[in-house]
């Protein structure tokens, strides 16, 4: 157990539709990483937030967006549904926001989008 | 930009022999690199990184890597597999003010 949790664990929704995924961080974590897995595309990076700030951007989408609240606690909001957004989602924390600190993974979400 | 090859996709030995996967990354600077193991219907672990100093880099599970700058390449080794080894196996890079990027990943099937 990584000490990161996610919710839901599955969600099935259809196309058009918008979605939010949840990532608790570890206790004492201020970053927050999200990362999209599929098929065709394998693993990306989405986006990192930094103690409520957005520190990085990766290959998110612009129908994609994220946020860190006060409580480090992290949103993906995925929304106009399509179908090639079906992927495992996982949120990563770590202590400080570089790539020096172990980042640990959440056991992601997966979205189906029929 | 950076970018990870793995090229092997799947890779299937027996359980007590050596293990070596393969990782070459392109980087315009020194880079940070990892790899991650991803058991079925798992989150990601890390094994082991490299930032700097000795190239040869101990991991958890018995796993070692090598950083060859001359190769770009950072190969993943096990002396002897065992049959809970079985996953997939991502290499990563990242550098400051960089992305993280995986590449296409490995999985490795063990025979008993």
Redesign the interface.
């Known amino acids: 157990d990584?000490g990161?949790t996610q919710t839901p664990k599955h969600l099935i929704t259809a196309t058009g539709q918008r979605v939010t995924l949840r990532c608790s961080p570890r206790s004492g974590d201020l970053s927050v990483?999200w990362y999209q897995q599929s098929l065709d595309q394998?693993?990306?990076?989405l986006i990192q937030y930094y103690n409520g700030e957005e520190r990085?951007k990766?290959?998110i989408l612009e129908r994609f967006s994220a946020q860190q609240f006060p409580d480090l606690h992290s949103e993906l909001n995925l929304s106009s549904l399509e179908l090639g957004d079906s992927a495992l989602y996982?949120c990563?924390s770590s202590g400080r926001p570089?790539?020096?600190e172990?980042?640990?993974?959440?056991?992601?979400t997966r979205l189906l989008v029929l | 930009a950076q970018s990870v090859t793995q090229p092997d996709i799947h890779i299937t030995v027996s359980e007590g022999a050596s293990l070596e996967l393969r990782c070459n990354y392109s980087y315009g600077a020194t880079p940070y690199l990892f790899w991650y193991v991803q058991s079925p219907g798992q989150g990601l672990q890390l094994l082991l990184k490299y930032f700097s100093g000795d190239t040869l880099v101990q991991g958890i599970k018995g796993f070692e890597a090598e950083f060859k700058r001359s190769q770009s390449s950072f190969n993943l080794r096990k002396p002897s597999v065992h049959w809970s080894d079985a996953a997939e196996y991502f290499c990563a890079v990242g550098g400051n003010g960089q992305n993280f990027v995986f590449g296409p990943g490995t999985r490795l099937s063990v025979l008993p």
């Open positions: 990584s990161v990483y394998g693993l990306q990076f990085a990766g290959n996982f990563a570089t790539y020096q172990t980042q640990y993974f959440g056991p992601g």
